[in-house]
């Protein structure tokens, strides 16, 4: 999904792009907006070098996006 979402966003072709990720297990829907990843790709265009994005564990909380928080009523029979 961030392939096409960034080629789309840079008119790009997604072949030009490649996305590589370690497993990052379940998400829950906390992972499916791509937020930082556009500011790789321009500094990539910029340097015409390969960039690599890692965050920190506070920066993945601070940068990236959440979900609302619940209330759930439960009945167990």
């Known amino acids: ?9 840079f008119n790009l072709s997604p072949a030009k ?7 990052v297990g379940g998400g829950f829907g906390g992972k499916v907006s791509v937020v930082v990843e556009p500011i790789a790709v321009l500094l990539a265009m910029k340097s015409r070098k390969p960039v690599r994005l890692v ?5 993945q909380f ?12 439960l009945k167990m029979e």
């Open 62 to 73: 601070v940068d990236s996006t959440q979900r609302a928080g619940i209330i759930s009523h």
């Open 17 to 23: 792009l490649r996305i590589m990720s370690s497993y």
């Open 1 to 9: 999904m961030v392939k096409e979402v960034l080629s789309a966003l």
């Open 55 to 59: 965050l920190t564990r506070e920066e």
